[in-house]
């Protein structure tokens, strides 16, 4: 004889099910975004975790601070980058700090940490952002894990500089073309003008030119 499921208990089981499957929704989207130690199964504490999904650092200070240290080097693309990353991981260190069973000390690794940015000025504004929804600890792992992102993004910058303009003069000819340093920049123009065989003087360098063309100008019609 075959005993019917107490519809108190198939609610039961259906409402365990969905909470099993939203954790999983959760560890997939973290995962998916590249951020750390998220959905674990936090229980009573599932609330405090979307809690943290409104903790957001200013990004315009952020990227202030960037563009004054690093604006030399990378563009915008790579300050948005920067910021949406470090926001992710404040994210998850913050989760991580609700769960007493987790370890951090293996998320970072305590030696070669390169500063782009002066440690000091990172710590301030973070300090005045999230100094009450952290601990300290929490903070310095955020510290050092926005110093390995932000090395990161100088090491593989998302944009690519142009290369310059070299206006080159001969003998009877003044040659302008687009390469990344002096030396490209004369076998190019020999490659394509391969009668040129006496020295090129740099008239300029600057601007921006359409991709591998020379133009060559005839000094007598100038």
């Known amino acids: 004889m075959t005993q019917s499921i107490p519809a108190q208990s198939k609610a039961t089981s259906d409402k365990v099910a969905r909470h099993q499957r939203l954790l999983e929704l959760i560890e997939a989207?973290?995962?998916a975004n590249g951020e750390v130690g998220c959905g674990?199964?936090?229980?009573?504490r599932l609330s405090e975790y979307f809690s943290t999904r409104g903790v957001a650092l200013d990004e315009e200070k952020?990227?202030?601070l960037l563009r004054e240290h690093l604006g030399h080097i990378l563009m915008e693309p790579d300050f948005d980058s920067i910021a949406t990353q470090i926001q992710r991981r404040l994210e998850s260190l913050v989760v991580q700090s609700l769960d007493s069973s987790s370890s951090s000390a293996s998320l970072l690794d305590s030696t070669n940490i390169t500063e782009h940015i002066p440690?000091?000025?990172?710590?301030?504004?973070f300090q005045s952002q999230i100094v009450d929804l952290c601990s300290e600890d929490t903070l310095e792992q955020l510290i050092r894990l926005s110093h390995q992102i932000i090395h990161k993004a100088v090491l593989q910058p998302r944009h690519t500089w142009a290369k310059p303009i070299w206006v080159l003069r001969g003998e009877t000819q003044i040659y302008i073309v687009q390469e990344?340093?002096?030396e490209a920049a004369i076998a190019k123009v020999k490659t394509q003008h391969p009668q040129e065989t006496g020295k090129l003087e740099v008239l300029t360098v600057g601007g921006v030119l359409a991709p591998d063309r020379v133009i060559s100008l005839d000094i007598a019609l100038l």
């Open 29 to 31: 989207e973290d995962a």
């Open 62 to 64: 952020l990227k202030s």
């Open 180 to 182: 990344t340093g002096i």
């Open 119 to 125: 440690i000091n000025e990172l710590r301030e504004l």
């Open 40 to 44: 674990r199964d936090l229980g009573k």
